[in-house]
C-alpha cells in the first residue's frame, strides 16, 4: 500500500511551484508541479502534515495561509537547506531539499511574522529607498552645480536649505537651461524630503 506524504517541501518559485511529498521513513511518495494559484487550493484539500519552505520573499505569508488550514510549517534559512540538494540546482531538487531538511531534528527554523511584525522591516525598505532616491537628487543637484561654477555641500540631510542658498547666491550663472534644470530638480526635493518625514515618524 502507497505510504502518505506526512512532510512536504514546497519550493515557491516564480510561477511554477514545484512539490515533494515524502513519507514517515523519508522516502518519496509525491512529486508535484502547481502554480502559484493552484498551490493554496491543493494545500487546502490536504490533510494536515508539515510544511517545509525556505524563509525568503514571502514565505511567511504564505506559511500563516497554510497554517489555517491546520498545517505545520516550518521556515528554514536557504543556507541551511543548500546541504540537502543532492543534484545540480534547480526548482524539483530545492523542493526534495527542503522536505529533507526539515525532517532534521536539529535544523534551526525561522519564527513566522503574525500581525504586525512585517510592517516595521517593510518600513525600513521603503525609507532605505527614498533615502538613496535622496542621494540621487543630491549627487545630481552637485554634479550639475559644478558645470556651471555653483558649489553645493556633500550632506544631502537636508536638501531643502543648502538647494536655495548657492542659487540664490549666484543667479548671474544661470542660464534659461540651467534655471530650468535647477528647478527640475528642485520641484523633486519637497515629495521627498515629506516622505522621509512620514517614515520617520512611523518609525
Not at 536557504?78 to 523542493?95: C, G, R
Request: contains cysteine; positive net charge; hydrophobic residues 40%.
Amino acid at each position: 500500500m502507497k505510504q502518505k506524504a506526512t512532510v512536504l517541501g514546497i519550493d515557491r518559485a516564480k510561477r511554477i511551484c514545484p512539490l515533494v511529498g515524502l513519507d514517515d521513513r523519508g522516502n518519496i511518495v509525491l512529486r508535484k508541479r502547481l502554480t502559484r494559484e493552484a498551490l493554496m487550493p491543493y494545500i487546502a484539500r490536504l490533510p494536515p502534515m508539515i510544511i517545509g519552505m525556505e524563509a525568503c520573499g514571502g514565505a511567511h505569508y504564505w506559511a500563516r495561509r497554510f497554517r489555517a488550514h491546520a498545517h505545520t510549517v516550518q521556515l528554514m534559512a536557504p543556507q541551511f537547506v543548500k546541504p540537502y540538494v543532492k543534484s545540480n540546482k534547480n526548482d524539483p531538487a530545492d523542493a526534495e531539499a527542503i522536505g529533507a531538511a526539515v525532517r532534521r531534528p536539529t535544523m534551526r527554523f525561522v519564527p513566522i511574522k503574525e500581525g504586525e511584525q512585517p510592517d516595521l522591516p517593510s518600513l525600513h525598505r521603503a525609507r532605505e529607498r527614498v533615502v538613496k532616491a535622496r542621494t540621487a537628487l543630491s549627487n545630481a543637484r552637485r554634479g550639475l552645480g559644478l558645470e556651471y561654477g555653483l558649489v553645493f555641500p556633500h550632506s544631502g540631510t537636508q536638501l531643502r536649505p543648502t538647494f536655495t542658498a548657492p542659487l540664490e547666491a549666484e543667479q548671474a550663472k544661470w542660464t534659461p537651461l540651467s534655471a530650468e534644470l535647477f528647478g527640475q530638480l528642485y520641484d523633486e526635493v519637497g515629495p521627498l524630503e515629506k516622505r522621509l518625514a512620514y517614515y520617520e515618524r512611523e518609525d
